[in-house]
């Protein structure tokens, strides 16, 4: 497990802020006749950071440049990676290629199209804005293809949510900001809800959002579900609850270790150690055994009580995650054991 770093945080660059810086030096190489030594550019937020070249070449019509990623203090498996740009004279604007390591999409929902690379909008649009500022200082035409390649982006991307998204090849080049936010819970839940737009343009009507590895692996087991329609939740029920509130599936399976759901079951959204606990008192009072409050787990909880404990956490979860999607969707729970073993579960 990745321990959070004590003290203030240093923040990072998103692979979309280092396509960008690249695209521009090797754009003033192209146009201009010689690579800056470090370059700088403009965030949406305002920031302006400035990354040292990694990797410097060109020949005739065509310049390239590598940019290593920054994450910051954040434990993103895309940190140290080489992010390299080559931009080439062309015709009709700015044309965007996926080179070696960077993925082509092949599945609908994701706000880029299918065949497309796997460059989303918000850095398409920072390279594009470079492209017009370098073009208008040296009075080139803004026409100009930008193949981005990551090595190794293939092998990387197997620890990223990509091939569940449906995008093959490689990595995606990302960030809304620019900015890498040291353990951020928004690029978690922001990959949760393009998971639930890919099983939506699917077809799916059964998802699944799990606490961990195990109980994913028993509740797509259980059900037969095709990758896809596992959405990774991890600690966040809330994120991916209210998502489906708006943007429903017919049926939603939850599931978890005994400690996580009950967590849930007890009205939590936030399943994370540092953000909620167990309530043993409560959970002593809902099967009226005493013996419950001095648990010092919801497993010890549940190996003194029993299956009335585990039944009782799974009706309450489903009821709390009802009641966070309301009539959009039929939610059932599954709670399981450190082994992977279904102990209870609740079905409207």
């Keep these: 497990m990745t321990r959070k770093p004590t003290g203030e945080l240093r923040r990072g660059w998103t692979t979309g802020a280092c396509a960008t810086a690249a695209t521009k030096a090797a754009l003033i190489r192209l146009w201009g006749g010689a690579f ?4 700088g550019i403009v965030l949406p937020r305002g920031e302006t950071p400035q990354f040292p070249l990694a990797l410097a070449d060109a020949g005739e019509g065509w310049a390239r440049v590598g940019i290593t990623k920054d994450a910051g203090d954040d434990p993103d498996v895309t940190h140290g ?4 740009v080559t931009v080439r004279r062309s015709e009709g604007g700015v044309r965007f290629k996926a080179g070696a390591g960077v993925g082509i999409v092949t599945r609908a929902g994701l706000p880029i ?4 690379p796997a460059i989303n909008p918000v850095p398409r649009q920072m390279m594009q804005g470079v492209v017009a500022e370098i073009a ?21 991307a197997q620890k990223t949510w990509n091939p569940r998204l449906g995008i093959r090849g490689g990595l995606s080049i990302l960030g809304t900001t620019g900015v890498v936010r040291p353990f951020s819970c928004a690029a978690w839940i922001a990959s949760i809800h393009r998971g639930v737009d890919v099983a939506r343009a699917d077809g799916l009507t059964h998802v699944a959002g799990c606490t ?10 259980l059900f037969g579900l095709p990758d896809h329609a596992m959405l990774d939740m991890g600690d966040f029920a809330g994120g991916l609850l209210k998502y489906l509130r708006k943007h429903p599936v ?5 599931g978890g270790g005994i400690g996580k759901m009950a967590k849930l079951a007890q009205g939590a959204i936030d399943l994370h150690s540092s953000r909620s606990q167990v309530n043993f008192s409560a959970l002593a009072e809902w099967v009226n055994t005493p013996e419950v409050n001095s648990a010092n787990t919801a497993l010890e909880a549940f190996e003194i009580s029993g299956e009335k404990l585990s039944l009782e956490i799974a009706d309450r979860a489903r009821v709390k995650a009802q009641s966070l999607v309301g009539d959009q969707a039929i939610i059932d729970t599954i709670v399981i054991d450190r082994a992977g073993k279904v102990i209870a579960r609740s079905t409207a």
Aim: glycine residues 12%; negative net charge; hydrophobic residues 40%.
């Design 36 to 39: 800056p030594g470090d370059v």
């Design 81 to 84: 990676a080489l992010i390299i």
């Design 113 to 116: 199209g299918v065949g497309e």
């Design 136 to 156: 208008a200082q040296f009075g080139e035409a803004a026409n100009v293809e930008i193949e981005i390649s990551i090595p190794d982006g293939e092998a990387i």
């Design 212 to 221: 961990g590895a195990t109980s994913e692996k028993t509740v797509q087991t």
């Design 250 to 254: 017919d049926r939603v399976t939850i």
